[in-house]
């Protein structure tokens, strides 16, 4: 069903704009390093014209400061360290470990500049999930012959003993997670190290990544549809799950760790999940209600207690897009294995 029309009309001549106002690009809101990186995979994931993949992998290069680390948001002809983060950063490596792959010469080399750039940086990082992310694009580029292989794998055994670590601290009985909560972007963690195992073979990843994804997945799947936590609160341990506001971005991380799990088991079930999972956005969720917009092709931002958020940002479209690459991908796997 993959739909375009909106990612295109959010996008101008600088990059995707960061929001919304309803179904109208506010180009007031900016731009952000974060939805641009997401946008670079979508377009390279789904094989869009030249000119539009150059135009989100511009828009990274030119977030780069004079030492080559990037700036999260740009507005006014002005690149602002205001709103940086280290997950940008993390989505950002992921974004241009992917566009490596690309089959235009000079995007490749762009995204392996800026790739090469920031990588080091990841060595220094706080956030789990920035790790995470860095992880997943290190998975990615090393899964290919290169002349940094050597020192990108010295990387992901830094990075993930340091999520195994995290994972060795806060687990304990019913509680199989890397810190004493959860909240934004959960699948991140267990794809990540399920993404090193599936790399190297490593048992002490595969464990982690396979136990923290059956714990989140039985919390998210309790009702039995996808029922993701709540930015109102979240989960902390002992607590309540909180169960609004619910956004795109969390259903599209538990659906790709799914299918990064099942690549890693093979268990029928994370498929089986998977597809729920993108269901949440069709209307298999709390509220019964879509959050695709077949008008305009955009996806609303969030699922509130009085029903959706009727603006349709970036981030919400491109959480649907790559949503719908996995199981696309996943549904013409499953057809050649049948033939």
């Known amino acids: 069903m993959r739909d375009y029309r909106y990612l295109r009309q959010m996008t101008d001549e600088t990059g995707i704009l960061q929001f919304s106002r309803l179904d109208n690009p506010d180009k007031n809101s900016g731009y952000t390093l974060d939805d641009n990186a997401r946008a670079l995979m979508v377009a390279v994931l789904n094989d869009f014209k030249y000119d539009e993949i150059l135009q989100y992998t511009l828009f990274l290069h030119s977030a780069q400061q004079q030492d080559g680390s990037w700036s999260n948001f740009y507005q006014g002809n002005i690149y602002s360290s205001r709103f940086d ?71 992901i055994d830094r990075l993930s003993n340091y999520l195994l670590g995290l994972y060795e601290t806060y687990h304990g009985p019913r509680w199989y997670w890397f810190e004493n909560y959860l909240t934004y972007c959960n699948g991140i963690l267990p794809q990540a190290l399920l993404a090193v195992y599936n790399l190297s073979g490593s048992k002490k990843a595969l464990k982690a990544g396979r136990d923290s994804l ?55 079930e994370y498929l089986e999940m998977a597809q729920k999972g993108y269901l949440w956005y069709l209307g298999d969720n709390i509220h019964a209600m879509s959050l695709y917009n077949p008008q305009t092709g955009g996806c609303f931002d969030a699922l509130t207690p009085a029903g959706v958020n009727g603006n349709q940002g970036a981030e919400a479209v491109l959480s649907l897009l790559l949503t719908e690459l996995v199981i696309s991908q996943q549904q013409q796997l499953n057809r050649e294995i049948s033939i």
Not at 122 to 130: E, L, Q, V
Not at 234 to 239: C, D, F, I, V
Not at 240 to 258: G, K, N, Y
Request: net charge positive; charged share 20%; proline share 2%.
């Open 85 to 155: 983060s280290e997950d940008s950063i993390g989505r950002a490596l992921m974004a241009c470990a992917a566009g490596t792959f690309s089959k235009w010469d000079n995007i490749r080399q762009l995204c392996e500049e800026m790739f090469i750039k920031n990588i080091d940086k990841a060595m220094r990082f706080n956030s789990p999930r920035a790790i995470a992310y860095s992880l997943l694009g290190l998975c990615k580029i090393s899964s290919s012959e290169n002349e940094h292989k050597n020192n990108y794998n010295l990387i």
């Open 214 to 268: 059956d714990f989140l997945c039985g919390i998210l799947f309790r009702y039995g549809h996808l029922n993701i936590i709540g930015n109102q609160g979240w989960y902390q341990r002992g607590q309540r799950v909180a169960m609004f506001d619910q956004q795109p971005v969390d259903a599209a991380s538990i659906v790709i760790a799914l299918n990064e799990g099942y690549t890693a088991i093979g268990r029928r």
